[in-house]
């Protein structure tokens, strides 16, 4: 790794003004567990690193009538333990068990892995369907961005020197809601998503809704929109049904080939892992 | 770039180093001779620098030294008894044959040690959960999970 200098600075004041100063020559750093992987590769080379790990304001996890807040040192453990993601945001709770490993997860922020926006990113499916969104603090203020905005492209965000990411907000679905993750890798652990589908079906005033998101399947994490739509209002969608909405969500994606696989394949998995993350939904909200 | 001190507790008792800001926590204890540190792929995929970090489970190749400051970091060392006898734990593992070359041992005896205080009586299924981060080229992980789960009766058995 080069050579950098470390601030620990503990007041989001005192790390915007860093920021700041130091411009493009400055990063930030959470858990680090990507940072300093791609500082060790050289991938970027910043000459201050600023370690949000002291300001007390970016902690935790916190649940009210409205939603959850997400800290920025939130880890992926602290959300999937906390029993109000494990309640209502079940989609959320499986895509931070699918990351890496305990002892990653350990370090590694839920936040963070927004911040890298990196189309494999195992959080951000969940958070798009969550319409979570993203709030976000700098020399000239506070501002607050739909999480599909704040994505731009691989490694791309929308993002000026100086300002940090205090927290991700989810609001709470308005209804009964059930959800989950799948998550399908060449192993169990420590794997980047190959395609990961999120799926959230939630009983609200206008009957059910269903919200599907792709990571790793076009350059940022996307929507499948008409899928969702050809599915709203039906409790139990059949076969036929299931059949065309995995055909509109493979519409929705634009794959690439690379090492870890070829463009039909991941094709034919988000049409596979559709149907079985839908299913999966029904059936959790039958149970309850 | 100048070095720091970084003031901490290693296994119960006070240290400083002087560390540059790039120096990891897994390279600042191995060279001051905490070597039951393993240096393994330096990239957070192998578990063999896992240590404890106020009593969780983390890879210390991932953590900048300077990060610790103020806080406790236990290793294999901070296991063994004043005596030199070995933790339940550690001892689980030679009785079970989950060691072989013993590169790994460090790091999952810590693993194990963090599951076992968090979940005294963990299923097979939470077992691998929980160890899914520290990798064996050697045992095929069945004597591991015999020795988890030994582990678990000893320390039943003391309490
Ligand atoms: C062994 C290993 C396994 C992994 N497995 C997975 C996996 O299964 N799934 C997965 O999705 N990822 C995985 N990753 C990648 C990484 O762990 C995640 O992306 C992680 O969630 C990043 O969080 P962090 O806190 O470590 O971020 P950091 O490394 O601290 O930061 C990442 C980026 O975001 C920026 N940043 C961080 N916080 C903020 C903030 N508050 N405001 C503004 N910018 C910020 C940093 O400047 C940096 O550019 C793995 C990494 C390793 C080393
Ligand atoms: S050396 Fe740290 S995980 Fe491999
Ligand atoms: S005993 Fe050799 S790596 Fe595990």
Partial sequence: ?288 | MTKREVHFTLNGRSVTYEVEPRTTLLRALRHHGVTSVKRGCEEGECGTCTVLLDGVPVKSCTVLALEVEGRSVLTAEGLVGKDGKLHPVQQAFVEEGGIQCGFCTPGMVLTTYALLKKNPDPSEDEIRLALAGNLCRCTGYTGIFRSVKRAAELLKDQA
């Fill in chain 1, 1 to 288: 790794m080069l050579a950098f200098e470390l601030e620990r600075p503990r007041s989001l004041q005192e790390a915007i003004s860093i920021l700041e100063k130091f411009g493009n020559r400055a990063m930030p750093k959470a858990g680090g567990t990507d940072l300093l992987m791609w500082m060790k590769d050289r991938l970027v080379t910043p000459e201050v690193v600023v370690d949000l790990s002291l300001i007390p304001d970016l902690a935790g996890v916190n649940f009210s009538k409205d939603g959850l807040r997400i800290g920025a040192m939130a880890t992926c453990t602290e959300v999937l333990e906390s029993a109000a993601v494990e309640d209502h945001f079940p989609a959320l709770r499986d895509a931070c068990l699918s990351h890496s490993d305990w002892l990653i997860r350990n370090r590694a922020t839920v936040v963070g892995n927004v911040c890298s926006a990196v189309p494999s990113g195992d959080v951000m499916p969940a958070l798009y369907c969550y319409d979570a969104t993203i709030r976000i603090v700098g020399p000239r203020g506070e501002r607050s961005i739909p999480i599909n905005k704040f994505i731009l492209g691989p490694r791309k965000k929308d993002m000026i020197a100086g300002e940090i990411v205090t927290h991700v907000f989810l609001p709470l679905p308005e209804g009964k809601s059930s959800g989950c993750y799948l998550k399908l890798g060449r192993r169990n652990a420590l794997d980047l998503a190959q395609v990961g589908v999120a799926c959230v079906a939630i009983d609200g005033k206008n009957g059910r809704e269903y919200r599907l998101a792709y990571g790793a399947v076009a350059p940022t994490p996307v929507r499948a929109l008409e899928a969702e739509k050809a599915l709203q209002g039906i409790k139990a969608p059949d076969d036929a049904l299931l059949e065309k909405v995995s055909a509109l969500a493979k519409e929705a994606v634009k794959p690439i080939a690379d090492v870890r696989a070829g463009v039909e394949y991941r094709l034919a998995m988000v049409g596979e892992l559709t149907k079985r993350a839908i299913d999966t939904c029904v059936e959790r909200l039958k149970e309850e």
